[in-house]
């Protein structure tokens, strides 16, 4: 089976333009969520979407938003960008979204923003 | 509400030692506990989980972990560290309930000397 997939892998963009990152996730699997990497706040939960709703929602301002289609893929998207979104957004997908899971990592987008 | 700390964020050893990486959580329910390694400018790989059962959970590349209730603690090791086990090393938890979040703790990076 092919694992997570994200694009673009790396991103640039300037301060005040939005963006949009997709996940592929492992056929089958039904529940996505996302995260953000950065140094200083390591990692962090975005949101968790699981048959195409929003089950779970981290700490974030609603610039933050994502969905995810009858296929499973998912996209986020941050809008208003501000130099603090730089960071690795990693997208993970499991089969059933449940607690005790194994939540499987794409390679991440690398987000810049200048 | 979960929580994970990674004591040391920065373990330095030598090719051939053993290789100790500690992680203590706190969690209102029994949990379910992983190690998960990150190369750089790669994604997250799974090591290893603990669910139920056995406390002693081997995972890849010679890696376990012992689930110790009573010290709330989840340490990751390796008797003889290679040189490719350079990398960082990600303690998580599940959030109680059915949900794929994760809460992770800070990292350990491990250096291996030749």
Redesign the interface.
């Given at each position: 089976k092919a694992g997570v997939t994200q694009t673009p892998r790396y991103l640039i963009k300037t301060r005040g333009q939005q963006v949009t990152l997709s996940c592929s996730p492992i056929s089958g699997h039904r529940s996505v969520s996302w995260y953000q990497q950065t140094p200083g706040q390591g990692l962090q939960f975005l949101f968790e979407y699981f048959s195409e709703t929003q089950r779970n929602k981290g700490n974030f301002p609603g610039r933050f938003s994502g969905r995810q289609f009858s296929n499973s893929r998912s996209e986020m998207n941050v809008s208003t960008l501000e130099l603090g979104d730089s960071a690795l957004y990693l997208c993970a997908s499991s089969s059933t979204g449940d607690s005790v899971d194994t939540q499987y990592f794409g390679p991440g987008t690398r987000l810049t923003v200048l | 509400a979960q929580s994970v700390t990674q004591l040391g964020s920065h373990v330095s050893v030598s090719e051939g030692a053993l290789v100790l990486l500690r992680c203590n959580y706190s969690s209102s329910v029994p949990p379910?506990l992983?190690w998960?390694v990150q190369y750089p400018?790669?994604?997250?790989?799974?090591l290893l989980?603990y669910?139920t059962g056995a406390t002693l959970v081997k995972g890849i590349n010679g890696f376990e972990a012992e689930f110790k209730k009573s010290e709330t603690s989840f340490h990751l090791t390796k008797p003889s560290a290679h040189m490719s086990d350079a990398a960082e090393y990600?303690c998580a938890v599940?959030?109680?309930?059915?949900?794929?979040?994760?809460?992770?703790?800070?990292?350990t990076t491990l250096q291996v000397k030749p």
């Open positions: - | 379910y992983f998960y400018n790669q994604g997250l790989q799974l989980k669910t990600f599940s959030d109680s309930g059915n949900t794929g979040k994760l809460i992770f703790g800070q990292g």
